[in-house]
Structures are given as structure tokens and as C-alpha cells.
């Protein structure tokens, strides 16, 4: 045993080979001795290897790996996991800067959670990451919500093939995603209903199809009236028949989500009755 606890090594005399060797079975004894060597692991491939643990819908999994090779790996990538600290955590947290607050506790909660996980394996005593709220920003933005009249002034300025698309995504609190992933089979225009079953994202530049963002993203969602004529008049102008037939209500190129699907919408339950578009 090495005098630092290790598992090979000389000692000068006996007596200090024992008094290490008794150091570390009272430790081990309170269920505090650490093997040094299992926080050897570089943190790239323990990083690495979490990831590929994990079981992410494509969307998250692009964005934690942007995270590390942005991020995390330039400040910590040749590092042994041990030998990230809680100061060499603050550091880097503060030069992160705070002209990006969304991305800077982003990163800091994947370095948590990778290090949670170093913890669990026992690979280090501790998790370094200790910076009270360093996961939570501030949203640097105001939101506007969008009037009746504003709505349907979107509606009747964009191409007229996505008017339902804006007119059903306002007054149904849809997501881009959710709209553009909507078959025949979804749209109940006698229950003035549309079922969420699936959503689209855009990975890597192209579009992926997947399960919405949570259980609860699936989910029958009502809406007024009003929009059961556009929507009727969408289907049969712009969808083919068949019940999975998507019913293109969305623009397909990868960037149309924040162009055309990031605008805010009235919360549902606060439109007058009648009222839903000009079309009533």
C-alpha cells in the first residue's frame, strides 16, 4: 500500500506501513475511504460514456453533445474527474460570463449531473458543482402575448397554406412541433378536436418525428369552433386523402419553427366565444 492511500507502494519503516494501512481501514470502517485510482478516469470519456448511457430523444442528446464539445470538454476535457474542484467549477462558471445565461446554466446542470453521476460511482467524494441556482437563468426576453386582431393578421399575412397552421396553433396552445406532426386522423372537426400524439424537431439540420416532449405532451386538445371551416378548407385543398396522411399545416425546412411557429398565443380559455378569428 501506498502512503497516499493507493494500492501499491513502499513505506521507510514498518511502522508507518501500519500506521497507513490502520488510516485506511478506519476509514473504510466509517465508509469514508476513497480508492484514489477510481477518479483516474478522463473526464472526455467519462463525459463520453455517460452520454451514451443515457436514453435521450434525439433532440436532447444533440443538445448535451453541443454542450460538452462547446462547453464542457475545452475547460475540463483533459482533466482527471478527480481533479475537477469546486474552484476550477467556479472559475469556469464565472468566465463563462453572463452575456448567455440560458446556455451557461444549461452547461452547469449537465456538469452537475455528469458529476452526480461520478459521485454515485464513487468515482470522487463529492460533486464539485456547488453554485446555489447555477442551473437557472433568468429569461433574458419579455413575451408579448399575441391580441385576437394580431392573430389574424398573422393568419392572413403568410402564405395561405399555413393560415391554419397559425390561426390552430394560437388558439390551441400548440407547439411547431406538434402542428407539423398532425395526420388526417389526428383532426376531429365534428368534436372540433385534435389528438397529440407526436411531434416533429429538428436534429443536426434535418427533421426527426419522435414522441412528444413528455407523457403528459400527449394529449387531446380542444378548439373554438371558428376554426373548424379553415381547417376543413386546409385538409382539402393542401392534404391528400388517407387518415396517416400528414395534413401539412407546417413549412418542412429546418428553421421554419423559429420563423413562422415562435410567436406566443393567447393561454387557452381566454378567448370570447365567437371570437376565435374573423372567419366566425
Known amino acids: ?21 490502520d488510516k485506511v481501514l478506519a476509514e473504510i470502517s466509517a465508509g469514508k475511504w476513497h480508492d484514489p485510482d477510481l477518479g483516474s478516469d478522463n473526464f472526455r470519456e467519462y463525459a463520453d460514456d455517460w452520454l451514451a448511457m443515457r436514453d435521450l430523444k434525439p433532440r436532447a442528446a444533440e443538445h448535451y453533445r453541443r454542450l ?16 475537477i474542484t469546486v474552484d476550477a467549477v467556479n472559475r469556469w462558471y464565472r468566465q463563462f460570463g453572463a452575456h448567455r ?40 426576453k419579455t413575451v408579448t402575448i399575441a391580441t385576437p386582431v394580431q392573430v389574424d393578421t398573422m393568419a392572413a399575412n403568410v402564405p395561405e397554406r399555413f393560415s391554419a397552421m397559425i390561426l390552430l396553433g394560437a388558439w ?8 407539423a406532426a398532425l395526420r388526417r386522423k389526428d383532426v376531429d372537426l365534428d368534436r372540433a378536436v385534435v389528438h397529440i400524439r407526436r411531434a416533429v424537431v429538428v436534429v ?25 371551416d379553415p381547417l376543413r378548407a386546409h385538409l382539402a385543398a393542401y ?3 388517407g387518415p396517416t ?9 429546418p428553421g421554419c419553427a423559429r420563423r413562422l411557429g415562435g410567436m406566443s398565443s393567447t393561454p387557452p380559455g381566454t378567448l370570447p366565444a365567437g371570437k376565435a378569428t374573423s372567419t366566425t
Do not use: W
Not at 3 to 17: I, L, M, N, V
Not at 113 to 122: C, E, K, Q, W
Not at 204 to 228: I, M, T
Open 68 to 83: 460538452l464539445d462547446a462547453e464542457l470538454l475545452p475547460a475540463f476535457g483533459d482533466r482527471r474527474v478527480d481533479e
Open 1 to 21: 500500500m501506498h502512503p497516499s492511500g493507493g494500492r501499491s507502494g513502499t513505506f521507510e519503516r514498518k511502522t508507518h506501513a501500519k500506521a497507513a494501512l
Open 239 to 241: 392534404t391528400q386523402p
Open 101 to 140: 445565461p440560458t446556455m451557461r446554466a444549461h452547461a452547469y446542470s449537465l456538469l452537475k449531473s455528469i458529476m452526480r453521476a461520478a459521485v454515485d460511482g464513487r468515482k470522487v467524494d463529492f460533486n464539485p458543482c456547488t453554485i446555489r441556482g447555477g442551473g437557472t437563468a433568468k429569461t433574458a
Open 172 to 179: 390551441a396552445a400548440l407547439r411547431f412541433g406538434e402542428l
Open 245 to 253: 396522411v400528414c395534413c401539412s399545416l407546417a413549412p418542412t425546412a
Open 204 to 228: 443536426d439540420h434535418h427533421q426527426e418525428e419522435g414522441d412528444p416532449k413528455s407523457r403528459a405532451g400527449v394529449r387531446e386538445v380542444a378548439f373554438h369552433r371558428g376554426l373548424v
